[in-house]
């Protein structure tokens, strides 16, 4: 096959060549050796937290946000409250998708350059014992930002509260032990670190709360709990599954398991991290984070301060020589955001940096220093 354009974005990423060829067949969606699949799966995702006997997964048709809107649709009861943790647009979403469905929801804002605080949590949860829930995102891809999840785990723990995650962006690169950090739901999907194409989520939740969740959901289609009966009793998904997704999804597991899972694949991400941030620094460019909060997932950059530079044309001149870039998510700050995840490796990396670099000497961009540190 010839080589696709490169994905440095957080999702859709680039993808091996086994995983696309996984999808060149059509399964019957309740046919036994499409049913095998989705059980194999499921368990194999259960075994990545150390979830077995204690949380289910229930995987849901969508893209991410769909399965995040499960899941507070399924966990949190009509008269529930949410708090919402928001250092970002990813956090501004949860709190908006629990808004527009009628749960009382409560938004905690923080500032986008800092990791979500402990203490204010702690803070919130005292001030309002009608708090039920807690919505939190664990790698804030708006920034890059990683978020204290066990720390957030323990303070709802302490207090007695639901906890929902939104992992999309680190489950499976970054360590979450289920046996150590209580939650009630945690959210991911296939596009994302484990590298199969989009187009499903799944929630792990645990097996005391999705046993009390019957009737919660105001959504057929987003009841993960009709999901989870049905699937248990049938082995199939309840409306039409994503085929090729969850094949795909299957044969990424296969790779994600021979490269030797979660820590192989923080490895991988790590030393792509690095290498970015490296040769951008050669170039000039900075990155908006400091690096002690920053996960190996995706980079924010400052655009650079040079009167040539607009995203556009940049995102171009990159995009000519074979690399995806992502523009930024700050509403304060000319920012654009490199990823770091999907398919591939150091080579990679080099080869990116280096197209950037080409591609400020096509548009007579002298370095990549932004404005604040001129
Ligand atoms: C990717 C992502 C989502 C889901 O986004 P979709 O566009 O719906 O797939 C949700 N939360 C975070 C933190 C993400 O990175």
């Not at 999702?11 to 046919?31: Q, V």
């Not at 187009?199 to 959504?219: P, T």
């Not at 995806?324 to 509403?331: D, E, F, H, N």
């Not at 490796?345 to 990116?352: F, I, K, T, W």
């Amino acid at each position: 096959m010839p080589r696709d354009v490169i994905l440095l974005t957080p999702g859709p990423l680039t993808t091996t060549e086994r995983t696309k060829r996984a999808m060149l067949r059509d399964w019957g969606s309740w046919d036994s050796s499409f049913i095998a699949i989705t059980a194999e799966l499921r368990a194999q995702l259960l075994a990545i937290v150390h979830g077995e006997g204690t949380h289910v997964v229930v995987p849901l048709q969508g893209s991410g946000t769909f399965s995040v809107e499960a899941a507070v649709a399924t966990i949190v009861p009509k008269h529930g409250h949410v708090l919402v943790l928001d250092n970002g647009a990813y956090c501004k979403r949860l709190g908006k998708l629990a808004t527009l469905m009628g749960r009382q929801t409560t938004i905690l804002p923080h500032a986008e350059d800092a990791p979500v605080s402990v203490q204010a949590l702690e803070a919130a949860l005292k001030a309002d014992a009608s708090i039920s829930h807690v919505g939190f995102i664990h790698c804030e891809t708006g920034t890059g930002v990683v978020n204290p999840l066990q720390a957030v785990a323990d303070v709802c723990a302490k207090h007695g509260k639901g906890l929902i995650v939104d992992a999309m962006s680190s489950f499976a690169a970054l360590p979450i032990d289920a046996r150590e950090v209580k939650f009630d739901a945690l959210v991911a999907a296939s596009g994302k670190c484990l590298e199969g194409v989009p187009g499903m989520g799944f929630v792990f939740i645990r097996n005391d709360v999705i046993a009390g969740a019957a009737g919660n959901s105001h959504s057929l289609a987003m009841d993960l709990h009709d999901q989870h009966v049905y699937m248990e009793k049938t082995g199939q998904w309840r409306f039409t599954p994503p085929t090729h997704v969850v094949a795909a999804l299957a044969e990424a597991m296969r790779q994600f398991v021979e490269e030797g899972g979660q820590p192989a694949r923080l490895a991988r991400y790590t030393a792509n991290y690095e290498a970015l941030v490296g040769g951008m620094k050669a170039l000039g460019f900075e990155p908006f984070l400091d690096p002690a909060i920053q996960a190996p997932i995706i980079v924010t950059f400052h655009a650079p301060a040079d009167p040539n530079y607009s995203f556009r044309p940049f995102y171009e001149a990159v995009r000519a020589r074979g690399f995806i870039l992502y523009p930024g998510k700050l509403t304060e700050l000319e920012t654009f955001r490199v990823g770091c995840i999907g398919a591939i490796g150091l080579d990679v990396m080099g080869e990116a940096v280096a197209a950037v670099a080409e591609a400020m000497r096509e548009l007579g961009i002298a370095r990549g220093t932004p404005s604040l540190s001129s």
